[in-house]
């Protein structure tokens, strides 16, 4: 009996777009703390505590800010994170993720 023989033509691409980085954006409101949003900056963005503090008054006095911009995996998880410890704690603070 004859064995066939196959070949296999393996074609690399290498014109893959690299990921989209996505805006993660802290909207202000009426009832989450001041201490709440410096927190979760320091411990889920790794904010410093004073450039922290200046982020957190900057969402405060103008409603919203950017505070970091990931690939959108990153952030999504990132931004699931700082809801669920918000929640937690009962804060309706609001996180939109936006294409950079």
């Known amino acids: 009996m004859e064995q066939e023989k196959t070949s296999v033509t393996i074609k690399s691409v290498l014109d893959l777009d690299a990921p989209k980085d996505y805006q993660i954006i802290y909207l202000n409101d009426d009832v989450t703390t001041f ?25 405060n006095d103008t409603g919203s800010s950017v505070v970091a911009v990931l690939p959108f995996e990153i952030a999504e998880q990132k931004g699931v994170e700082v809801l669920v410890a918000a929640r937690n704690l009962g804060y309706p603070l609001e996180v939109r993720l936006e294409q950079n």
């Open 35 to 59: 201490e709440f949003v410096t927190d979760s900056l320091i411990k889920i963005f790794d904010y410093e505590e004073q450039p922290a503090q200046d982020k957190a008054t900057q969402i």
